[in-house]
């Protein structure tokens, strides 16, 4: 499918993955086509790895924009809630987007409806059950207790991603962690079972686990049911075409 032809419709989902890591000279196009506040954030980072990986996660975020609202990834405007979720700042863009970065690895969901969050998260040893007791409700926490030790990691994570997903749609942030139930066992449909104590509320939101690398796990949240989700890989490659693209539209204006 050529990128220059995304169509986006109603109950469709696109979700985007890339990996971190690009040539120099690729990073170089990416830090000239972030905005000052995003140069800001990049340089607050005190490894560069971490500086490496935001400014490639946020430059093909731009990329992928692009295409879908025909404007150059200079030309994308963001706008920030007051705790942080990024929107569009363009007038007219019903179009809304979600993205996480972890590890090396970034994924981006893009899709119509506003309620829309994403997290991809990499398993690693660590307290699964003094954190799942501090900030996940009790039958998550029962649950997570039962099983064996290897089994922990990869499960406590599952369910961290469908919270932060539901959260990072809303906005709201981690403080309401324990107000999403996720029902317990988890398999590749997994399902919030009560937000704030309302089950009827639950029923409204979807979650879809995304297939990802070894040793990840990342979960979309969505209001709303009944959706399509369609899948994409950016590369590097892609970028080098879409850039060749600029440059040979470039070169036409002007004979």
């Known amino acids: 499918m050529a990128l220059s032809n995304f169509n986006l419709y109603s109950q469709t989902v696109h979700i985007w993955q890339t990996n971190l890591t690009r040539s120099p000279q690729h990073l170089e196009f990416y830090q000239s086509i972030l905005a000052d506040d995003e140069?800001?954030?990049?340089?607050?980072?005190?490894?560069?790895?971490?500086?490496?990986?935001?400014?490639?996660?946020?430059?093909?975020?731009?990329?992928?924009?692009?295409?879908?609202?025909?404007?150059?990834?200079?030309?994308?405007?963001?706008?920030?809630?007051?705790?942080?979720?990024?929107?569009?700042?363009?007038?007219?863009?019903?179009?809304?987007?979600?993205?996480?970065?972890?590890?090396?690895?970034?994924?981006?969901?893009?899709?119509?409806?506003?309620?829309?969050?994403?997290?991809?998260?990499?398993?690693?040893?660590?307290?699964?059950?003094?954190?799942?007791k501090r900030f996940f409700c009790n039958s998550e926490y029962q649950w997570l207790n039962s099983l064996s030790s290897v089994e922990q990691y990869s499960a406590f994570f599952q369910l961290w991603t469908c919270k932060e997903a539901y959260l990072k749609a809303t906005g709201e942030g981690l403080v309401g962690l324990q107000d999403i139930e996720i029902f317990t066992p988890l398999d590749s449909h997994p399902k919030i079972l009560k937000i704030s104590q309302n089950s009827e509320l639950a029923k409204h939101w979807t979650l879809q686990t995304i297939e990802t690398a070894e040793n990840y796990v990342a979960t979309l949240a969505i209001k709303g049911i009944n959706y399509?989700?369609?899948?994409?890989?950016?590369?590097?490659?892609?970028?080098?075409?879409?850039?060749?693209?600029?440059?040979?539209?470039?070169?036409?204006?002007?004979?």
């Open 39 to 132: 140069l800001k954030r990049a340089r607050r980072f005190k490894f560069e790895r971490d500086k490496q990986a935001f400014v490639i996660a946020r430059g093909t975020l731009r990329m992928i924009l692009s295409h879908y609202l025909n404007l150059s990834p200079k030309q994308i405007k963001f706008k920030y809630s007051s705790k942080g979720k990024p929107s569009l700042d363009q007038d007219p863009s019903p179009l809304q987007f979600n993205l996480s970065h972890a590890y090396g690895k970034a994924i981006y969901a893009i899709a119509l409806e506003e309620n829309i969050g994403i997290d991809i998260e990499y398993i690693r040893e660590i307290e699964v059950i003094s954190l799942a």
């Open 228 to 255: 399509q989700f369609q899948y994409w890989q950016w590369t590097e490659a892609e970028e080098i075409k879409y850039n060749q693209l600029k440059i040979d539209d470039n070169l036409a204006n002007q004979c």
